[in-house]
């Protein structure tokens, strides 16, 4: 069957489908097939990308039109999308090898209401008064006062490149997209090598609403045309979702020209599981989010802080629910957990595996590869217990459908653990007493608490981290901040 967007095979360059510097084999991750044949780009591509949104914003109409105007094409560019649901799913399914329940719902229904909000706040994003105020005349102090007022504009940044990561390919490109130029910049998108058909589909959109040339360009590449993106002086601002160690790259390649850097980064997210918490329900929340994606998840909970007095039970249920988990390929709807991206990802998390068992961690259950799935990249869901937290397994990344279980004792032991980490992007709690539980998430130094599982989705709230997860916050009601400029007009009224 052929897979939706696979024929797409240039880059999108100033309004216009333009040859890259050879091709690439896309896999599916399930099946090790190749699903096509992509573009991809070089230095030179991405030079002429950089040209175009510069000429773009400097010389186009886009940045002077009114917010209403723009709204208008992100809302057509939303509707074209919508359209194309079904396909976009079939796409991410095969490209990255995620299960269906988690591509419906988190990788393509959830980020475009997302957006949809994001472009209705838009509308309200009016320039703000500074209060009025009187002051001598320096020129003629014994003369009449000043009455001066002035307002507060926002304004694009200029040329922003967006930089995504492969586990939620159309989420991030969407989350680079919509709000870059909604507030008026031109764009730079450039996706992972391993699913590059999530990011050129939206040359496609662009194309069918008539968005002005140059404002979305499209370019596929390596690390080259990533460090030409963040060094490049033509670049005003660099939007990136991926890994610590890349971001941090970014951060020093962007450091020559102090362009902007907007950064969402890695985590190794707490759950803590109270003494009073309803243990099934933690587990099969704790064993569920380990499956998202099979664990390539930046806000995913790993570690498991439980208290000792129901660890071993927490750990007997797991166990128990594993065990009736469907791995395999995604392409059947009863799976509910697919394959890593690519067999250099699945040697990666074997490694972390090893090194907890080397370390002295309980391996409770996987560890392995799934029996009778010979092709595809998949691990098994792995827990691990008896975790001390300054383990490997305990402090790093893993991107895997890892877990680790780490005993306490106090609620000021549980926090200590939690923050106990170079990461701080998301947390959990779980507990009967949700007072204790909030005035504990106070606590936590992470950009999202989730108390007994939150609300049951994912609220238009504020995303990011602390520390090393990253600088900025992605959705929520100042998502639009993070690509604007704030200038003060200052002048005298009454005269």
């Known amino acids: 069957m052929k897979i939706p967007f696979t024929h797409l095979d240039k880059l999108y360059i100033d309004g216009s489908w333009q040859a890259g510097s050879g091709t690439e084999d896309v896999l599916n991750p399930a099946t090790e097939e190749v699903i096509g044949h992509a573009p991809v780009g070089n230095t030179v591509t991405a030079r002429a990308a950089i040209a175009a949104a510069r000429q773009a914003f400097d010389q186009g109409t886009w940045s002077a039109l009114s917010m209403a105007e723009r709204a208008g094409y992100m809302r057509r560019m939303h509707a074209a999308l919508v359209a194309r649901r079904e396909q976009i799913a079939s796409l991410i399914i095969a490209e990255v090898g995620c299960s269906q329940n ?33 002051a001598p005349n320096p020129m003629d102090p014994g003369g009449p006062m000043i009455l001066g007022s002035g307002s507060i504009e926002r304004e694009p940044v ?39 058909y999530a990011a050129l589909l939206f040359g496609e959109i662009a194309e069918e609403i008539g968005l002005p040339r140059g404002v979305l360009n499209i370019v596929t590449g390596g690390a080259e045309v990533g460090t030409l993106l963040s060094s490049h002086p033509d670049v005003d601002m660099v939007s ?22 907007h950064l969402e980064l890695g985590g190794k997210s707490a759950l803590i599981v109270r003494p009073d918490a309803d243990i099934q329900a933690a587990v099969m929340g704790a064993v569920g989010g380990l499956t998202v994606n099979a664990g390539q998840g930046c806000a995913l909970l790993t570690r498991f802080l439980v208290h000792n007095s129901i660890r071993e039970q927490f750990v007997q249920f797991a166990q128990a629910i ?31 595996i090893a090194s907890g068992l080397e370390q002295g961690a309980t391996l409770v259950c996987g560890g392995g590869r799934p029996a009778g799935l010979d092709k595809g990249y998949f691990v098994e869901l792995t827990l691990f217990d008896n975790v001390r937290n300054d383990m490997t397994i305990a402090q790093e990344e893993i991107f895997g459908p890892v877990g680790v ?64 997860s990253g600088i900025g916050r992605e959705f929520g009601p100042d998502w639009l901040k993070e690509f604007a400029e704030e200038k003060s007009i200052v002048y005298p009224i009454g005269r």
Do not use: C, W
């Open 322 to 352: 594993v065990g009736q988990l469907k791995v395999g390929n995604p392409a059947d709807p009863g799976v509910l957990m697919g394959p890593l991206i690519r067999e250099s990802q699945r040697a990666k998390v074997e490694q972390f």
């Open 405 to 468: 279980v780490i005993g306490f004792d106090t609620d000021d032991e549980a926090i200590a653990i939690a923050n106990d980490s170079r990461y701080g992007l998301n947390s959990g709690i779980v507990s009967a007493d949700a007072a204790t539980a909030y005035q504990m998430a106070k606590r936590i130094r992470a950009g999202s608490v989730y108390i007994n599982g939150g609300g049951g989705t994912m609220p238009y709230a504020p995303i990011g981290g602390y520390k090393r």
């Open 240 to 261: 990136f979702t991926g890994s610590e160690v890349v971001g941090a790259s970014i951060m020093s390649q962007a450091a020559a020209s102090l362009k902007r850097v």
């Open 158 to 196: 200029g040329v922003v490149a967006g930089i995504t990561g492969y586990n939620f390919p159309f989420l991030l490109n969407l989350a680079k997209v919509f709000p870059a130029l909604l507030a008026g910049n031109t764009l730079v998108l450039k996706p992972s090598p391993f699913t590059p």
């Open 102 to 134: 988690v591509t419906y719902g988190m990788q393509v229904d959830m980020p475009l209401a997302h957006v949809l909000t994001a472009i209705d706040q838009s509308l309200h994003t009016e320039s703000r008064q500074i209060p009025i105020a009187t």
